[in-house]
Structures are given as C-alpha cells and as structure tokens.
C-alpha cells in the first residue's frame, strides 16, 4: 500500500463516494475523466494516485457536478 497524503486520499473518496452514490461504474467514471479503467481502478485500491493533472481534472470534474461533501460522509467510503 502506498503512503498516500490526505490531500490525495480525500478527493479519492469523494469520487468514490459520487460513483457509489450515483451508481456508476468504474468504467463509465474512467471515460468521463478521460483515463483508463485500471487508472480509476488502482486510485480506488490505492495502489497509485492521481497525478498532478489527473487530481486537477478530478477537482474540475467533481466541481462541474456540484460535488461537496462533509468530512462526516467522506471518511465513510473505506
């Protein structure tokens, strides 16, 4: 498991939160991002984490779909 900063862990679980929440697939999430499905993938197992820019496009992608979240419901997607 990587040693992943906070910054990086929180917009992981708010996407994975919006996935769940909104019932779509890793697939479908990865082409609305632009990225492969083993991208989306290894994020949500925490095998990698965004880059730089994917962590930009994922700020722009959760902010596009009027995404906020408290840290109450972020902290519950384990």
Do not use: C
């Not at 499905?37 to 992608?61: A, C, D, L, M």
């Amino acid at each position: 498991m990587l040693n992943i900063g906070a910054g990086h862990m929180d917009i992981i679980k708010k996407l994975e939160l919006y996935r769940l929440e909104n019932k779509i697939t890793q697939q479908d999430l990865a082409k609305e991002l632009g990225v492969a499905f083993s991208t989306v993938s290894r994020w949500f197992n925490g095998k990698t984490v965004p880059s730089k820019i994917q962590q930009y496009h994922v700020e722009k992608y959760l902010t596009k779909k009027k995404i906020t979240f408290s840290a109450k419901s972020a902290k519950e997607v384990k």
